[in-house]
Nanobody
Framework: QVQLVESGGGLVQAGGSLRLSCAPS????????MGWFRRAPGKEREFVAA????????RYADSVKGRFTISRDNAKNMVYLQMNSLKPEDTAVYYC?????????????????WGQGTQVTVSS
């Protein structure tokens, strides 16, 4: 059974940093694009960042450009989201996702596997 397990969420003050990790199990995703999405209270799930199978192509939401960095380590079958200069509006549940293709996608229907999410709370 394929599972994506997120970790690294927590409570941080505005301006602080967190690093989220995504650990797939049940299969390797070294040939698959991966993404991060988030859902804030009362809002729809929104795209945050995505990375292609090799790590050579990345995409970011405008709201996080220059602050967040997505990366992957295919040898470890891990994906990361480094979040710097966090703002209260970044508060959300963050989800790791994987798709059955190597190229990135920026919408939820483009992904086939989802984690349970990890809470990120940024205090002002």
């Amino acid at each position: 059974q394929v599972q994506l397990v997120e970790s690294g969420g927590g409570l941080v003050q505005a301006g602080g940093s967190l690093r989220l990790s995504c650990a797939p199990s049940g299969r390797t995703f070294s040939s698959n694009a991966m993404g991060w999405f988030r859902r804030a209270p009362g809002k729809e799930r929104e795209f945050v960042a995505a990375i292609n199978w090799s790590g050579g192509s990345t995409r970011y939401a405008d709201s996080v450009k220059g602050r967040f960095t997505i990366s992957r380590d295919n040898a470890k079958n891990m994906v990361y989201l480094q979040m710097n200069s966090l703002k209260p509006e970044d508060t959300a549940v963050y989800y790791c996702a994987a798709r059955n293709y190597g190229a990135v996608a920026t919408t939820p229907p483009g992904y086939n596997y989802w984690g349970q999410g990890t809470q990120v709370t940024v205090s002002s």
